[in-house]
């Protein structure tokens, strides 16, 4: 069995040379030959194409396809509760990047919307190679500025020996303590003489993901004010009294993500080959997740209390490391314990229909696909907060810098003090669908370099949807009850009421905060009052409303008598016509023979967004419903060369235009229009056009030895028509100002002038051990690197007045792999380590947000007990590595564990 597959570069329809002629599969049965094997691929590619392969049928190197696809070089990805989630390209963000299953178009799964694709959900099992693209063809589907990553599952058709190949297994989870199952089951089979194929899968798998964060979700600077409220002694944070304003903590916060999620998903694939020049398909995927969510927040409110100057520290760069905070009357502190329960579905499908016809010269093919994503977020908040804390201390001398929690004569496991309890409900949905037809012709002529000519069109249709209520109760036995307003309904009730109902049905976590990875300090605040269903069940009953039916009327004002959020609910539509010519060459007779493609892909893209404007007329609010429209036409030409310049070394060239379109919030109708404030207002933009980038690469590649090459790739983008916000000014019906003088100023997103520039390079190595005597020529090893740099962004750090990186642009990132094998046994270790990254130009208080440096060990070891059985044994995150952000290097917002994750389980083939 396979352990570890490399990763290498493979062309646009692999399963060809530039010839057209077939090429012979190499069937790997170990890491070394199917290293070979991914080498010679890589060799004959024409574009710059990444790829990792399965390692056997029903078995592919990592348990995650993210996590797979950060092993390529270029790609960095971002996870949730350490999941590896979705993927950056070259720099470019995960919504700039174009995802498809089987060339069916992945759609996003995000909630608010967007056009950025989760890995989590579809099973690596069912995979049989992934491919991440980043020199376009014009055949190829537009939509990625980074690259397109191609999903590509096994077909029934690839093997005349049916198989049925399945595995089970256990994960454990070191921070949730949790021991989950999983099973999947592969298998295939043909009939008819071999003209017809049947293939089937089913995955099954439950997870406990937990993430614990000890966050800081700001720091500010505050001036006092001469009079009022902002001059009383304590709200100023010149906390030293050296005339310097210093920074101190803003809503530091205890979070314990808690997600119970199961995950089942299908794969059927039909294939009907009657002739060698016929073929029919039709195929389709599933997968579903559903995530039962019980996650639990200890938190200060923002700015709340007087700063205890005496008994407070500050620190290097004006930074506070320790804060004592006091409660006044006019300046209560606020301690929340919050809870975010309720159930998070995602849902996704992808169909196609379709076939091939070889007429010699001529070849033929089309299909008509069908792609479908929902997300239902059923958000459910309950939250006890205590108004009026004495005193608060928060402490960062500690080696994580994180903070540390101390509230004197205050217990944070009991009802004490707590004197408000909120019950919100925040039903969302957010769908997109999207049909498409293409149909290609490719003509082969008779010529000694024109390889083909290529032809056809794509139509495509994609709707992506809005939808949110919101609705609030809160009981409170505080001495002035905020009104009702919004959809909040407040009601008073006795402190006994809410004290009851925090000791009778709040418990507390029953993992201790932090369990895994370091946060610099033992002790302190590690459990906290966990207010669950019962808790929130019982505020809704304690309130005498009944329910928290957000369907129900609403009785404030402003509303609509309505607990619709209609600024988020939205709708857009994109038609969009694709037509290309492409042709293929082939100069094998020149002294340094050259192969490759050449052509351009037209694109015509109109869209409708349809909303709702809010309206404030003197205090009366109107909501209407409205649409607005907008488009574009693009030209994409692309070239790709490849020059074989001898045996061993092969350079390769490319130049291309790529786009890829906004977020679909942006694009969103979402207008406000407020006669109170100077007639202002804000909306959205379905007029805004694509991102778009000149891309150019320039490669060479060493095969020294037939287990063994040296590559480097120098990349550059040119990415340009970046979204910003400006102000326009429009009549109330949305028309153009006519100077009348009764116009609305409105905040629009536009696509600005200035362009990024992304420079880099990539480089990778592969090295079998074979000279080296037994048994240690069962070594070997391979390790890629990737430096990338950016210009031309025009965000600054407000702090220093310094120039910010792109964002998500790591400039240094590389993974390597160490293996072992022989007929019977194998082990792999694979670091993977990615540089600083700015994750938000304009966070909390308009500063620029970073991760840190971040690097994960992970491992496996495989087993052969019989042919065709395997015990495997898998780690992820072995050191268990903490992920750290901050604002400052000083001033840390975010140290997250997620602790490791252990897989132990049996693969079986028949």
């Known amino acids: 069995m396979l352990l570890l597959q490399g990763w290498t570069s493979i062309a646009n329809g692999a399963e060809q040379d530039d010839r057209g002629e077939q090429l012979e599969e190499v069937v790997v049965t170990g890491i070394r030959a199917g290293l070979r094997s991914s080498m010679e691929v890589k060799r004959e590619a024409l574009q710059v194409v990444d790829a990792i392969s399965a390692e056997d049928i029903g078995d592919f190197p990592d348990k995650n396809l993210s996590e797979a696809l950060q092993r390529i070089t270029g790609v960095q990805i971002s996870r949730q509760d350490g999941e590896g989630r979705g993927v950056s390209i070259r720099g470019a963000e995960p919504g700039l990047n174009r995802v498809e299953i089987n060339g069916i178009t992945a759609l996003s799964l995000t909630v608010t919307g967007g056009r950025d694709v989760d890995f989590r959900d579809l099973p690596v099992e069912f995979v049989s190679r992934l491919e991440v693209v980043k020199s376009a063809t014009p055949d190829m589907t537009e939509g990625g500025i980074g690259g397109t990553v191609r999903v590509i599952t096994r077909r029934p058709l690839d093997s005349a020996e049916p198989y ?178 309720g159930s998070l579905e995602r849902e996704q499908y992808t169909t196609a229909l379709g076939g091939e016809w070889d007429l010699g010269q001529f070849k033929l093919d089309g299909r008509l696909t069908y792609a479908s994503a929902e997300v239902q977020n059923d958000e459910k908040n309950s939250t006890a907060t205590v108004f009026g804390v004495p005193r608060a201390i928060i402490d960062y001398n500690n080696g994580q810098r994180a903070p540390n929690f101390t509230f004197p004569g205050l217990d944070t496991t009991t009802a004490q003090g707590v004197n408000n309890l909120a019950a919100v409900f925040n039903p969302r949905t957010n769908a997109q669908e999207e049909t498409s037809a293409q149909f290609n012709v490719e003509y082969q002529p008779e010529s000694s370099w024109l390889t083909s000519i290529k032809t056809g069109f794509d139509l495509r249709e994609l709707t992506m949807d809005s939808l949110l209520f919101s609705r609030t109760i809160q009981i409170t036995s505080r001495t002035s009850p905020p009104a009702s307003s919004g959809a909040t309904i407040t009601v008073p009730v006795a402190q006994s009421v809410i004290q009851d109902i925090v000791d009778t049905h709040s418990g507390i976590n029953d993992v201790r905060f932090f369990a895994t990875g370091d946060i610099g300090f033992g002790g302190g605040v590690r459990h906290w009052n966990d207010n669950g269903d019962a808790t929130y069940n019982a505020t809704i009953a304690a309130s005498g409303l009944g329910n928290i039916d957000p369907y129900a009327f609403n009785p404030n004002t402003g509303t609509n008598n309505s607990f619709q959020n209609y600024l988020d609910t939205w709708d857009v539509e994109e038609k969009t016509r694709a037509a290309y010519l492409q042709g293929s060459f082939n100069f094998d007779s020149l002294p340094i023979p050259i192969s490759g493609t050449l052509g351009a892909r037209y694109v015509d893209t109109e869209t409708l967004s349809t909303g709702f404007t809010r309206t404030n007329q003197g205090g009366v609010f109107t909501f209407g419903r409205a649409s607005r429209d907008g488009g574009y036409s693009k030209w994409l030409p692309s070239l790709n060369m490849r020059f074989e310049l001898s045996d061993q070394l092969v350079a390769r060239m490319t130049a291309g235009k790529v ?154 990132s590389y993974n390597y792999s160490l293996y072992y094998e022989n007929q019977r046994f194998s082990i792999r270790g694979s670091y993977n380590w990615r540089e600083k990254w700015l994750t938000t130009p304009s966070g909390r208080g308009a500063l620029a947000e970073f991760n840190e440096d971040f690097g994960s060990l992970d491992g496996s070891l495989n087993f052969t007990i019989v042919p065709d059985v395997t015990v495997f044994l898998e780690a992820i995150n072995i050191l268990d590595d903490v992920r750290i952000e901050h604002n400052h290097p000083l001033r840390r917002i975010a140290n997250e564990t997620y602790g490791s994750r252990y897989f132990l389980g049996v693969r079986a083939r028949l």
């Not at 008819?192 to 500010?220: F, I, K, P, Q």
């Not at 903590?249 to 089942?264: H, K, N, Q, S, V």
């Not at 007639?679 to 805004?688: A, E, I, K």
């Open 164 to 341: 049925l190949a399945g595995s089970t297994q256990m994960v454990y989870s070191t921070l949730a303590k949790e021991y989950d199952p999983k099973f999947a089951l592969i298998g295939s089979r043909t009939f008819l003489n071999n003209t017809v194929g049947l293939l089937g899968a089913v995955s099954y798998e439950e997870r406990h993901l937990d993430s614990h964060n000890a966050r800081t979700t700001g720091w500010l600077r505050r001036a006092p004010t001469a009079t009022g409220a902002g001059a009383t002694p304590g709200r100023g944070t010149d906390v030293n009294g050296d005339g310097t304003l210093d920074w101190i903590p803003e809503i530091p916060r205890y979070g314990l993500d808690r997600r119970e999620t199961r995950r089942p998903a299908f794969l059927g694939i039909v294939e009907w080959q009657p002739t060698d020049a016929v073929k029919l398909f039709a195929e389709g995927t599933y997968a579903h997740a559903k995530e039962e969510v019980s996650s639990m927040y200890m938190q200060l409110g923002a700015a709340t209390g007087l700063i205890d100057y005496a008994n407070s520290v500050v620190g290097p760069d004006n930074t506070v490391t320790h804060l004592e905070v006091v409660s006044s009357s006019g300046f209560p502190i606020e301690l929340a314990y919050r809870n975010i329960n």
């Open 659 to 812: 786009l890829a379109r906004p977020n679909p919030s942006q694009m969103a109708f979402r207008r406000t229009l407020d006669t109170s404030v100077g007639s202002t207002g804000s909306r959205g933009n379905p007029d805004l056009k694509p991102y778009e980038a000149n891309q150019y690469d320039l490669g060479l590649e060493w095969y020294f030895s037939p287990d063994g090459f040296v590559s480097a790739t120098a990349f550059r983008k040119e990415i340009s028509n970046f979204v910003i916000n400006t102000t326009v000014r429009e009549e109330a019906d949305g028309s153009p100002s006519d100077n009348s003088g009764d116009e609305f100023t409105l905040t629009v997103p536009v696509n600005g002038e200035e362009e990024v520039t992304i420079n880099g390079i990539e480089a990778g190595v592969q090295y079998a051990f074979d000279f080296l005597p037994q048994p240690f020529n069962g070594f070997g090893a391979l390790a890629n690197v990737t430096y990338q740099n950016d210009d031309g962004y025009k965000g600054v750090n407000v702090i220093t007045g310094e120039a910010l990186p792109f964002p998500g642009l790591s400039r240094l």
